[in-house]
């Protein structure tokens, strides 16, 4: 009887442990969990840069405050430097989500390459063309991406801007 308490006992963190790796594939397979990382590391990038956008709002304060004749020029400077910001911090926040997919797919080519019986050397080297061509794919999406966001967020950040600026005036 104490043994069987003992090998229970035993057995109990390995029955616990397999049920939370479950768990864990489990919530890592949906989307909304990497919907949520996306947004968790957006919203960390977006308040470690919070200086540099707070940076470039008050240039452009001290710029329309002053009586110059070039009415939407500090705001176009300051909508396509806040669209860069934001396209860049879009980028760095698909990356978090990009490389565990990327990685993910390539072990799947890899292992299904290596099921069809291919030699070492052959896998080596198709491994290496592979990889160079899906991060080849992935980069030029994640720049895609991050242009589109860079995009939208100039135009609204000009319009706001501007009608900010027509409204104190």
Known sequence: MADNLEEELDTSPTS???SSYLLFLKIMSKRRTWVSIFV??????LTSSWNLLKSILSWYNLQSQSSSPSFGWPALYASVLLGAVFGVLSMVAALAVMIP???VTWIAIVVLLAFFGKPRRTLVIEGRKITREIFGFVFKILLKEGN????VCAVLGYFA????NTEVD
């Open 161 to 164: 801007l501007v009608r900010r």
């Open 148 to 151: 589109v966001v860079a995009a």
């Open 16 to 18: 616990t442990s397999s």
């Open 101 to 103: 997919a990327t990685l």
């Open 40 to 45: 968790l590391v957006y919203a960390i990038l």
